[in-house]
Every structure is written in structure tokens, then in C-alpha cells.
């Protein structure tokens, strides 16, 4: 699912980005889901539809849940598309977990 925005003339401006949000926090969770589970291809594809995901989002939240999961493969993955990435993130929970 694309990340979508509504615009309703009869509603507030303001309830378009609170739906706009709802629908990027939505695909984040999805994002996140793919990757804890291991689901490569499943990841690439949410990311790819939705480039406005922040991989990094909530202190490297989505590495180190992939790392927690054993989910190197995964892991990799983030790592080549976001070499930046903060692997000391959550104290280091992303390596102590995997």
C-alpha cells in the first residue's frame, strides 16, 4: 500500500496529514514486519512503494529488531542501502540480541 495522501475540502487541512501519517506508520510497521520475519523480498518491495520510510526511525528501531530476530540476510540489506546507520543504536542491542 502506497503512502497516501487525502485531501478533503469539507475537513480541516490538518485531518489529511493525520491520515497521511497514519497510512506512512502503517507502512513502517509493515516494513518492520518483513524484515524481523526474514522477508527480503517482501521488505524491498514495502521500501520501494514507500521511499519516504525512515529505516532509522526511533533509534535504528528496524536494524536492531532485524538483529534480534537472527535475520542477517536482512541485516545486510539495510546495512548496503544505509552504510550511516547507527550499529551501536539501543546500546548496542542490535548486536548483544542477534
Excluded at 532509522?56 to 552504510?83: D, R
Amino acid at each position: 500500500m502506497a503512502c497516501i495522501e487525502y485531501h478533503m475540502p469539507s475537513l480541516p487541512t490538518d485531518t489529511g496529514l493525520k491520515i497521511e501519517l497514519f497510512f506512512t506508520y502503517q507502512n513502517m510497521d509493515k516494513f518492520n514486519r518483513a524484515c524481523r520475519d526474514g522477508n527480503l523480498k517482501r521488505a524491498k518491495k514495502i521500501l520501494q512503494n514507500n521511499p519516504s520510510i525512515d529505516i532509522s526511525a526511533h533509534n535504528e528501531y528496524t536494524f536492531c529488531l532485524t538483529c534480534e530476530y537472527g535475520q542477517l540476510e536482512v541485516a545486510k540489506w539495510i546495512f548496503q542501502i544505509k552504510p550511516t546507520i547507527n550499529v551501536f543504536a539501543g546500546l548496542s542491542v542490535s548486536f548483544c540480541m542477534s
